[in-house]
């Protein structure tokens, strides 16, 4: 059972305030009825840089956390356009979990590209969701899911939470 999960944004466009995050507390809420006891706490947004990312990922594991879920930063952004934002987190978490079972979609929705990563360190269970509402909803009710399910199965995390934001693309 997930007892203590961390949620963090990532994005200069959150951390600036030109995006509202409305993912983080959608993410919360998700958990806790998931485990009403379930403590969570959501972050401050970080910039979306993948050496930011992946320190702040191995602080957060250090408090004996049981799930990280990094928000944003799942796209190919800046490889497609330089009109495009930065896209790191699926960079840094494939840099930290070489191991992690992951996937890749492509969209026309102004998602060029959509990379989800599942897997762990140590004992704590790290995801990340698109930053898009509805593709952020869709792969944490997925998740959830899937969870409640096979609490151990990454792949089958994974791979359920690709299908729901693959619908989302239309």
């Given amino acids: 059972m997930i007892g203590k999960a961390i949620i963090i944004p990532t994005g200069d466009e959150v951390r600036d305030g030109i995006i509202v995050d409305t993912d983080s507390p959608m993410i919360r809420d998700?958990?806790?009825?998931?485990?009403?006891?379930?403590?969570?706490?959501?972050t401050e947004a970080i910039d979306d840089d993948p050496v930011i990312i992946r320190e702040t990922i191995l602080k957060t594991v250090d408090r004996m956390v049981d799930l990280i879920v990094l928000i944003g930063g799942s796209g190919g952004g800046h490889r497609h356009s330089a009109s495009l934002g930065k896209?790191?987190?699926?960079?840094?978490?494939?840099?930290?979990?070489?191991?992690?079972t992951s996937g890749s979609l492509y969209g026309k929705n102004g998602h060029l590209w959509c990379r989800l990563v599942c897997g762990r360190i140590n004992r704590t269970l790290i995801i990340n969701v698109p930053g898009p509402f509805?593709?952020?909803?869709?792969?944490?009710?997925?998740?959830?899911?899937?969870?409640?399910?096979?609490?151990?199965?990454?792949?089958?995390?994974?791979?359920?939470?690709?299908?729901?934001?693959?619908?989302?693309?239309?």
């Fill in 30 to 42: 998700s958990l806790l009825r998931l485990n009403p006891d379930c403590a969570v706490e959501v």
């Fill in 87 to 100: 896209d790191f987190t699926h960079s840094a978490l494939d840099d930290l979990m070489p191991e992690a």
């Fill in 134 to 170: 509805a593709e952020a909803r869709a792969a944490m009710a997925a998740f959830i899911g899937s969870y409640q399910n096979a609490p151990n199965d990454l792949k089958a995390h994974n791979k359920h939470m690709l299908q729901a934001v693959s619908r989302q693309y239309g």
